[in-house]
């Protein structure tokens, strides 16, 4: 279950509006994303395509990361606000239409957080609560949620989704640290 632990007081409008005119890095179900040499994404393409997920275009998401695509100050903000540090961030986004599937995320470097201590994930919704924005942590769903609501995981690597059934890109601050 995730729980509740406030809003955070990052003014995500304005980061929104900076990476909306950028190019992220897309994930789609197809080549450009699974290239899965070495087995790590077996179960999740397996269980997708067990389904009947097909490579029709509507799974994507965009990834944005610290450095790269936005200031790093704000991983320095929030962190501080959370009482954690950062081990990983970035900003996910939906576009209308598409959809994330059930799936756990895969870090190829967990093992080396793990040894820095108990992983803890967090997510802010960053945008402005639109009609058909859905997210899912294990079975617990989240719609119409205000901008700077943060959840707390109890697994950071628990099973989740997302959609976008809105008219509105769909915007989340993801967040994985450790406690101070």
């Known amino acids: 279950m995730t729980k509740l632990i406030g809003r955070s007081n990052i003014n995500w409008y304005e980061l929104i509006q900076t990476l909306d005119l950028k190019q992220g890095d897309v994930r789609t179900y197809g080549v450009d994303f699974y290239q899965n040499t070495d087995g790590r994404f077996d179960e999740i393409i397996q269980l997708w395509q067990h389904a009947g997920y097909d490579k029709a275009g509507t799974v994507e998401w965009i990834n944005y990361y610290p450095g790269k695509h936005f200031d790093a100050k704000i991983i320095e903000d929030y962190s501080s606000w959370l009482g954690y540090k950062c081990i990983r961030a970035w900003v996910s986004s939906i576009r209308p239409g598409r959809y994330a599937p059930y799936h ?10 793990l040894k820095l201590g108990e992983l803890t994930r967090f997510t802010t919704h960053m945008g402005i609560s ?6 899912i942590v294990d079975n617990q769903v ?3 949620q205000e901008s700077g609501y943060t959840h707390q995981w109890s697994n950071h690597r628990a099973w989740h989704a997302g959609g976008n059934c809105g008219f509105k890109k769909k915007w989340l601050f993801n967040f994985i640290g450790v406690k101070i």
């Open 130 to 135: 639109e009609p058909g924005h859905v997210f």
């Open 142 to 144: 989240f719609s119409n």
């Open 104 to 113: 756990w995320d895969i870090d190829d470097a967990e093992e080396e957080h």
